[in-house]
């Protein structure tokens, strides 16, 4: 079945710090991969997406890029500041109505 | 607009109690999710309808009863409830299988 593996943290950085989280999936066929963020006390905002292989996703200065070879998508952002302390989920969905996650990555951004 | 509303914020309930949680979205998306999240996990499915139909039940104990009225509402009842049920309960919905979700600020729910 599907799968996602991602680095569960915490990550604790400093602003201004590059941020990777890394993040590897199982599945079959050619899934769509999506990075999720929940700030405290809300639900989970889409913050990117990539459908097919090669495709890159970015918004709000995040990125990540679907390596169909290495079955990964990774999400990284090159200067992070205190209001993206979040956690961060992985998910990939299958061409089906259910989405798989990843455990979630806790990161808190010091000032 | 990519936005699900979701009443109430909060709620708490005892185990003997009947309440529901509703989900609203007017996107013109035919599909529509609950899940469970706990503290620190990802979200759990419990329901999906696609074109108002229930088309996936994840073994959701009977006390939890899904009901979509039309397109863009969803609603979850709740019934004799156990502690353990406390949670945040998020809807979201999707223009069609395959394609992404949107969630919902979610309901967090206590049960006493």
């Known amino acids: 079945g599907d799968s996602v593996t991602q680095m569960e943290g915490p990550v604790t950085l400093s602003e201004e710090a590059f941020l990777t989280i890394n993040c590897t999936y199982t599945?079959?066929?050619?899934?769509?991969l999506f990075w999720y963020v929940q700030y405290p006390g809300e639900g989970l905002q889409l913050l990117l997406k990539?459908?097919?292989?090669?495709d890159k996703g970015s918004n709000k200065g995040f990125e990540a890029t679907y390596r169909k070879e290495t079955t990964s998508f990774h999400l990284e952002k090159g200067s992070v500041q205190v209001s993206d302390s979040a956690v961060y989920f992985c998910?990939?969905?299958?061409?089906?109505?259910?989405?798989?996650f990843g455990a979630g990555t806790t990161v808190t951004v010091r000032a | 607009d990519t936005e699900v509303t979701q009443t109430p914020k909060h709620l708490v309930m005892g185990m003997t109690n009947k309440k529901s949680l509703k989900c609203e979205q007017h996107?013109?998306?035919?599909?529509m999710y609950w899940y469970k999240q706990k503290a620190k996990k990802p979200p759990e499915l419990m329901f999906v309808?696609?074109?108002?139909?229930?088309?996936i039940n994840e073994s959701v104990p009977s006390r939890f009863s899904p009901e979509c009225p039309n397109s863009s509402l969803l609603n979850l009842h709740l019934h004799a409830l156990q502690p353990e049920d406390s949670a945040l309960y998020l809807c979201?919905?999707?223009?069609?299988?395959?394609?992404?979700?949107?969630f919902g600020p979610g309901t967090r729910l206590t049960v006493t």
């Open positions: 979201a919905s999707s223009q069609d299988n395959g394609y992404e979700q949107y």
């Open positions: 599945a079959t066929g050619y899934p769509s």
């Open positions: 990539a459908t097919k292989a090669d």
């Open positions: 998910a990939l969905n299958s061409n089906d109505y259910k989405l798989s």
């Open positions: 996107m013109g998306h035919r599909a």
């Open positions: 309808y696609s074109y108002e139909k229930l088309s």
